[in-house]
């Protein structure tokens, strides 16, 4: 079965640094995606990123960056200059190998990022 | 924009009591999902459905059933409500190539008493 770690339950972080969100992962499969969701205290949940297992560079959108180790086993997010409004919960999910009925993810069990002014 | 559409934003139903939370999405997803979410555990699969009909058992299946009648709506029904079932329930969809991502409704805080 895979299984997602996020070992840090909560974090702060001063507004305008950048912060790391650990994610580690175990799977035996060799196709695999890896996703970050942001969900702030409104409760919706809010695709940042995602990362392939066979994608040789690091994924990058805006001020999110994903450090992909794979020997590691590790798909830690980077957010650059952070903001108050990136105040949240963030979450690391893993998905299924590919197969016919459908693709499910795994999800860990989330960091809470506060941005301090 | 992709909408996912939780019929409830806030429910308090008694024990024992037949629950069902609706969820629609607009955008012909094959693929809808049931989550629930506690503190600290994350989000754990209840149920998922690839096709009109068709449904698959997830992590945490028990005293859970759900309903796909129809391609847009994907139902979560709690048979007999217990305590242990108060929780943050989250639907999402996703289209049927495994590399995008799943689109979530904005959850149903479900409480019973």
């Known amino acids: 079965a895979q299984k997602i770690t996020q070992t840090q339950p909560g974090m702060f972080v001063q507004e305008k640094e950048a912060v790391t969100l650990d994610c580690t992962y175990d799977?035996?499969?060799?196709?695999?995606?890896l996703f970050w969701y942001k969900q702030p205290s409104s409760g919706e949940m809010i695709f940042l990123i995602y990362q392939g297992s066979y994608d040789e560079q690091n994924a990058t959108e805006g001020r999110y960056s994903l450090n992909f180790q794979k020997a590691r086993k590790s798909a830690n997010l980077v957010i650059s200059a952070s903001q108050l409004g990136d105040s949240a919960m963030y979450f690391c999910?893993?998905?299924?190998?590919?197969?016919?009925?459908?693709?499910?993810?795994?999800f860990g069990g989330g960091t809470r990022v506060l941005v301090k002014p | 924009d992709v909408k996912v559409t939780q019929s409830s934003r806030y429910l308090v139903k008694r024990t024992g009591e037949k629950v069902f939370l609706e969820c629609v999405q607009d955008m012909d997803h094959e693929n809808m999902f049931w989550y629930r979410q506690d503190p600290g555990l994350g989000l754990r699969l209840i149920y998922f459905?690839?096709?009109?009909?068709?449904?698959e058992k997830g992590d945490i299946p028990e005293g859970y059933s759900v309903s796909r009648e129809k391609k847009e709506r994907f139902s979560l029904i709690l048979e007999s409500a217990s305590t242990n079932q108060t929780s943050m329930y989250l639907c999402a969809s996703r289209p049927k190539w495994s590399n995008q991502p799943q689109h979530f409704g904005d959850g149903t805080r479900l409480s019973i008493l």
């Open positions: 999910a893993m998905r299924d190998p590919i197969k016919a009925a459908g693709n499910k993810l795994t």
């Open positions: 799977t035996s499969d060799q196709s695999y995606g």
């Open positions: 459905s690839y096709d009109v009909k068709m449904k």
